[in-house]
């Protein structure tokens, strides 16, 4: 079967264009396919969600899967669910509300009549159309492609931290990895490894299941910010101006200027000082400048202090690196696909890299903006494909 629209990526963007697309009438369900390596739509955002005890997300109520900016809170209200599900002046939602949305949404436009489980092996342009091509073999053809793929495969590791990985694979972990255990069957005495939100929600949590016995190590002062970048980065306020530099590497730089890299919000600050205060968790500034072992204790050298742990957490986040190399760079070559200095794509307005092959998330970064990654830009990305179909 040839399909009018594949997405590879069934993310929380993959889900954003698969609804505009089908809520816009651009496909029908049956002429859509997702490819995603997981059994479910949103799999890996819920699974790391929960992992780290998110309660609240970090963006408005106006940011979800939906095409109408209202869909949550109308949602939300029809459950009787309003007050109590969104938090602040910017109401963001609970994790909860927004995911039981974004269940109705995927359920109301049958998302799953469209899925195949699958990682994605080659693509190529074969006789005017797209091939794409499994792991196991299997090969799906569709007239336009959408790349939705994330960094979630690219964990950020440091250094000094690869080494006691290999040695202690039972006592350290990325918070992100698949082989990462359930809280609960940790080992105390616990460190965990970063300054921004990540590690704020997991220090909250762990806190509560291991009292005085979690540390939180950072190797900069709380970095305190509403949201990850200028909310100015929505709309024409900020991309006006981004918009008429035509200079790659200045749009990169931008990019990294505008994001607020690991940072936190105020309430999450605040939330940590109170669990300082009561002794629940301490709060470390330094770096690992050297560690040794004796059975199962690590023993971590920061400044002049060592930290005796038994398990070792990372809240590191992802390598910014191209993602889907391993078969994006063959495709790349093949097409002779524009690419910037860093190895991300050159696009048009429309998020197309070449016809009919369009990309979001990550890789629409240098048209859309340092919001690519975030659920705005989803809905930023999946609004100008629809909009130029």
Known sequence: MLYDWLVVGGG??????????????KVKVERLCIIDPHDEPMYSWKKNTDTIGMEYLRSPFVHHIDVDPLSLQKYARKENWERRHFYGNYRRPSLNIFNEHSESIVNEVGLQRSWQKGFVHSIEKEQGFWK??????????AQNIVLSIGLNNQLNIPDWAEELKSDFPAQVFHIFEDRMVHPSSLQPPIVIIGGGITSAHLTIKLSGM??????????????????????????????TSYHKVTNYEERRMKIKQARNKGSLTRDLFYKLKRLEREKKIQIIDGEVESMFSAGNQITLIVGERAIKVHTILLATGFSPSLPGKNWLNQLIIDLKLSCAKCGYPIIDKSLQWCPHLYVSGPLAELEVGPIARNISGARHAAERIVNSL
């Not at 794409?132 to 053809?141: D, F, I, L, R, Y």
């Open 132 to 141: 794409v091509t499994t792991e196991k073999g299997e090969a799906v053809k």
């Open 12 to 25: 929380i963007h993959g889900c954003t264009i698969a609804s505009f697309l089908l809520k816009k009438e």
């Open 210 to 239: 291991f009292p005085g016995k979690v540390i939180l190590l950072k190797r900069h002062p709380f970095r305190i910010h509403d949201f990850d970048s200028d909310p100015g980065w929505l709309g024409p306020k900020n991309l």
